[in-house]
């Protein structure tokens, strides 16, 4: 039975149409930059990579098209079943494995099992314990292998706390990174942590990785200018400019997200 507090109940709901839910142009981009900025980091050479929080697959298989054998898994059984369909729909079941997996302990996996870990969609957000999680992480990597993830950025949900006029609840979400996911259904909520940039590297660091690049996604506030995005050479254009700024530390504040790389150490 799903948990009650993790996003299980959530996923499993909306599974079947999660990938509709970010098909537009400003996620498009999204995903652009979140390769550009990883592809040249991952390894070279043919390896086994845990993408956890694998969601319906996307990431699996284009890691497995960049000749990687993938392990996609997810706290969500719905979830996996999706992403197992798009990888036979893909015939790339020989290179991509579908599991369910939590974050959390990774149980399922053996230690130093993975040349790399690929964390998007925020999982290390929504773990009851980023830092066991991290100690699990470092568990299932072989020395030097490498980690990226995604997370959801603390000083993007200031603006959200304004809009409800809750000065009280700002000045506790600044201390402390700590909200819930606010789904339509009570029982579908769970706790998401934001993390700070120095925060998320910091703990990093204490679990022994080294930190190679962070990045905001997206600096540009282009969610909201979304319609520029529609036109081919504008979308290009933002690209770059964004690619150019992502690195910039002053400019994250703005970033929904932070997507850090890191290398266990020896």
Not at 86 to 114: N, P, W, Y
Not at 232 to 242: A, G, I, K, T, Y
């Amino acid at each position: 039975m799903p948990r009650r507090g993790t996003p299980q109940k959530y996923y499993d709901r909306i599974a079947h149409r999660y990938d509709s839910m970010y098909d537009s142009r400003y996620w498009d981009l999204y995903r652009r930059v979140t390769w550009e900025h990883t592809r040249p980091l991952l390894p070279r050479e043919r390896s086994r990579i845990l993408d956890i929080g694998g969601g319906t697959g996307i990431w699996a298989l284009k890691l497995a098209r960049a000749g990687h054998d993938v392990v996609c898994a997810d706290i969500s059984h719905q979830m996996v079943d999706q992403a197992r369909a798009r990888v036979e729909e893909a015939g790339l079941a020989g290179r991509v494995t579908c599991i369910h997996s939590d974050l959390q302990d990774l149980k399922e996996f053996a230690d130093r099992e993975f040349g790399a870990v690929w964390a998007q969609g925020d999982p290390l957000s929504y773990v009851a314990d980023p830092g066991e999680a991290l100690k699990q992480v470092a568990r299932v990597l072989r020395p030097g292998g490498l980690f990226v993830a995604s997370v959801d950025n603390r000083f993007a949900g200031i603006g959200h706390f304004l809009e409800r006029k809750d000065v009280a609840g700002l000045e506790q979400f600044l201390k402390t990174g700590q909200d819930e996911w606010l789904a339509e259904r009570p029982e579908e909520r769970f706790p998401v942590t934001f993390f700070t940039p120095d925060g998320l590297e910091t703990l990093l660091r204490r679990r022994g990785f080294e930190v190679i690049s962070t990045i905001g996604k997206t600096v540009l506030p282009l969610r909201k200018h979304e319609a520029l995005l529609e036109d081919p050479q504008e979308f290009r254009r933002l690209l770059d400019l964004e690619t150019s700024l992502n690195r910039e530390r002053a400019l994250w504040g703005g970033a929904g997200h932070l997507e850090t790389a890191a290398r266990l150490g020896g």
